[in-house]
């Protein structure tokens, strides 16, 4: 099997990373300490890929079929993984498998809950005979109360032990199982077969060929990619790279004797460093403030499902309360997402300026001084309280070649990022134009929630939106016996989980398609400026005559990088 993204991209930051420690070992130590400081304080953390589903579902055998029997995990048809285990990829990625839910065992449920919460990607292992209640409760949780629903493939195993399925029947089953969430990513797969045909590998040629194509791995394998390139994933795995090329940047502006090198290349190195670290951050407190809105509405659920049951047992005009309690609904929940997007609006605006200030430093620096004025025939002399650049044993060399257009670039990159005529020149600026568009980004509002009337016996159902509620239940002390208060409080369980899934759905809808606008305008405005850096970057460095031997191996690490990003980019456009 070919590797994942995952896998892919952190072993390529791990090796280059691993070089370029490598080649500032060999480099003048009070150059390089600095520079490796930089590489050492910000790890690559690999990626978590959690297994889950009940004992016996299959997860062992598909770490075995993923990663070609690296680790002989044990299989079996028992409880074979008692406590969560994890295993490291080649450094690359972390593999973990949990026990069984629900197999007896209370304390496989709680490990394996420890190992969820942290996943960056939930593979849920189905075993071919499809959804029992059980699994169906397992499932809905990992999406509703983990918040796993955009890191969650669906796996369905063992397909080779039974016949295929009718069209549609296991599309049906999946969809059934889901509820109130929307459709999953879901794959099948035979591992055992995979497994099969490794050991025939060198028997029986034809037959192992057979066996591993229809065991359906490659497909695992290949969701697995896609995940990584339309969930999000991809700043992940872009930002180690991105850091690696910037400290390489930086340590080829130390190897060049040319002081015009040494300038353009130092600004062009704090331009990418800025974006990309500014990149980053900008995810990271958006999720944030994400977070905050899902919960104000889980919040808001819980305050409506409260009015329910306090009308139920003690209103004597339900329906006038149950129709005033939906409005606060409404209120509450239109309340928290404009405060989501006027959270969202402070952390771009504040952001950019920020990123605007510390563009307007790096032009103003002596390097950024020399880089501005290299190219400009208008500019003047480099006396007085200018900024004076004199290699020993001589004067400053003409001018390079490109040096109108790094003088070019400069100007441009400060106008576009709000710092071209001093921060109050941000009106034009990339930040601006995208601050603007966040109210665009978040027009889709909650569903209205339509009248629910009650009803006076158990089980009656009436709808909430898109939910199925159970409603008008009685007071338990009206109940015949205790086995109908066990019903009647089975029932208001299920309501209330069914009205925090039917806000939480919409409210994970409102953020996926808001962050997923705002990110595609990010990354249109910061792509371009990325490549402008890069491709002005080649051109001073290809500008020398000769090169050291440590030269000559930063390039390599860049260049490299720079694939393993374009790689990466061409499997995720969006990037």
């Excluded at 009015?307 to 209103?315: A, K, L, P, V, Y």
């Excluded at 620096?365 to 880089?371: K, W």
């Excluded at 109908?484 to 309501?495: I, L, N, T």
Aim: hydrophobic residues 45%; charged residues 25%; aromatic residues 6%.
């Amino acid at each position: 099997m070919t590797a994942n993204l995952f896998k892919e991209m952190s072993a390529s930051a791990r090796e280059l990373g691993d070089e370029l420690r490598a080649v500032l070992g060999d480099h003048d130590p009070a150059v390089a300490r600095p520079l490796l400081e930089r590489l050492s304080t910000e790890p690559h953390e690999s990626p978590l890929l959690v297994f889950t589903g009940l004992h016996s579902s299959g997860k062992s055998t598909l770490i075995e079929a993923l990663t070609n029997r690296v680790f002989k995990v044990a299989i079996g048809s028992g409880v074979t993984t008692n406590d969560v285990a994890e295993y490291d990829w080649d450094g690359d990625v972390t593999l973990v498998d949990t026990p069984g839910v629900h197999a007896g065992r209370p304390h496989h449920d709680e490990r394996a809950e420890q190992a969820l919460q942290s996943a960056d990607l939930v593979l849920f292992a189905v075993p071919v005979e499809l959804f029992d209640d059980v699994l169906v409760a397992h499932l809905r949780d990992v999406l509703g109360r983990l918040d796993k629903a955009h890191q969650t493939l669906i796996v369905i195993t063992k397909t080779g032990t039974m016949p295929p399925p009718a069209p549609g029947k296991r599309e049906d089953a999946i969809e059934k199982a889901l509820g109130p969430f929307e459709q999953v990513p879901w794959v099948e797969c035979d591992a055992q077969y995979y497994l099969d045909g490794l050991d025939l590998a060198d028997s029986h040629r034809d037959d192992s060929v057979a066996f591993i194509e229809a065991s359906g791995m490659e497909n695992v394998a290949a969701l697995i990619d896609q995940f990584a390139s339309e969930q999000g994933m991809q700043a992940r795995l872009s930002q180690p790279l991105q850091h690696i090329l910037a400290i390489a940047l930086a340590a080829s502006a130390t190897l060049t004797d040319d002081p015009h090198e040494q300038a353009a290349l130092q600004v062009l190195a704090r331009q990418r460093a800025a974006l990309s670290k500014k990149r980053i951050h900008l995810d990271d407190l958006l999720a944030a403030r994400a977070a905050d809105f899902r919960g104000d509405a889980v919040r808001a659920a819980a305050r409506f499902a409260d009015s329910i049951e306090r009308t139920e047992q003690d209103s004597h005009e339900p329906d006038a309360v149950l129709a005033t309690e939906m409005s606060a609904l409404n209120g509450d929940l239109s309340s928290s997402l404009d405060r989501f997007e006027t959270a969202v609006r402070q952390v771009l605006e504040v952001q950019f300026e920020d990123l605007a200030s510390e563009v307007l430093q790096i032009e103003a620096s002596p390097y950024g001084r020399v880089a501005v004025q290299l190219g400009d025939v208008d500019a003047p002399t480099f006396d007085g309280p200018s900024v004076t650049v004199t290699p020993i044993g001589g004067p400053l060399p003409a001018p390079p070649q490109w040096a109108g257009d790094l003088t070019k670039h400069v100007k441009k990159f400060s106008k576009l990022w709000g710092a071209g005529d001093g921060i109050k020149a941000a009106a034009g600026s990339n930040g601006h134009q995208i601050v603007l568009k966040v109210g665009h980004a978040f027009n889709k509002k909650f569903k209205p929630w339509e009248a629910v009337k009650t009803a006076n016996t158990i089980g009656r159902v009436a709808k909430v939106g898109g939910a199925v509620v159970a409603v008008g239940l009685e007071a338990y002390g009206v109940l015949a016996d205790e086995r109908a208060a066990v019903k009647a409080e089975q029932a208001r369980a299920d309501r209330r989980r069914t009205i925090t899934q039917e806000v939480l759905a919409q409210a994970d809808g409102i953020i996926r398609d808001g962050l997923d606008a705002i990110g595609a305008d990010l990354n249109s405005m910061f792509k371009p400026e990325f490549e402008q850096i890069d491709a002005m970057a080649r051109v001073v460095r290809g500008a020398r005559v000769t090169r050291s031997e440590l030269r000559a191996q930063l390039e390599s690490v860049q260049q490299r990088a720079e694939a393993s990003l374009e790689y990466l980019a061409k499997q995720a456009p969006e990037l």
